[in-house]
């Protein structure tokens, strides 16, 4: 009897296990990271062209990072910022007035409460937004991940033995 109900036991452990890495997985490919590269000269066409939640990341001089549907997604949006180049001030770009307040809040919220991002932290500002061919507004900001100095605490402790006794006979100590 014991067997049986170890067995049936172990047989439910396992088919609940399975279904929540099931879940978790879909979890998971929900809020993965898309990314596509294209040039700046693409960039600068696509932002005078197709409006939407569309966030371009500056990367180097010749590349750019496209990123979709972010001005809804805070998950997303802390990707984007975790998986960018450390010690660069990147810039971004959108001509999506909503993508770029919640973008913007969250750098400054990440700014001004000093949250650390795996040992760096975010410095941001915003520019002035720039004006295309047929009234488009780009608006445009930058953030940078520095490294955080690292406060390590020491204690010196010091370790002292002494032999000997006085008056009393022997004697054997530890001090601090």
């Known amino acids: 009897m014991k067997k049986i109900i170890l067995l049936i036991t172990f047989l439910l452990l396992t088919v609940s296990q399975t279904i929540l890495a099931a879940e978790n997985s879909d979890q998971k490919t929900e ?3 898309k990314t596509e590269k294209i040039t700046l000269t693409e960039m600068q066409r696509r932002l005078q062209n197709i409006q939407g939640d569309i966030l371009y990341l500056k990367l180097n001089e010749d590349e750019a ?3 979709n549907d972010t001005s809804d997604n805070r998950s997303l949006r802390k990707q984007i910022i975790l998986a960018a180049p450390e010690s660069e001030m990147l810039r971004f770009y959108t ?6 307040q919640q973008m913007s809040k969250m ?7 000093n949250t650390s991002f795996g040992g760096y932290k975010i410095i941001t500002d915003t ?10 507004q780009v608006y ?6 520095l490294a955080q100095e ?3 605490t020491r204690f010196p402790i010091g370790i002292g033995i002494g ?5 009393h006979g022997p004697w054997i100590g530890i001090g601090w």
């Open 140 to 145: 445009r900001f930058w953030f940078m991940k």
């Open 107 to 113: 750098l400054h919220d990440y700014e001004s409460n």
């Open 150 to 152: 690292k406060h390590e």
């Open 127 to 136: 520019d002035l937004p720039q004006k295309l061919d047929n009234n488009i």
């Open 31 to 33: 809020t993965e990271l």
């Open 65 to 67: 990072l496209v990123y």
């Open 163 to 167: 032999i000997g006794g006085h008056h």
């Open 95 to 100: 001509n999506n007035k909503k993508t770029f």
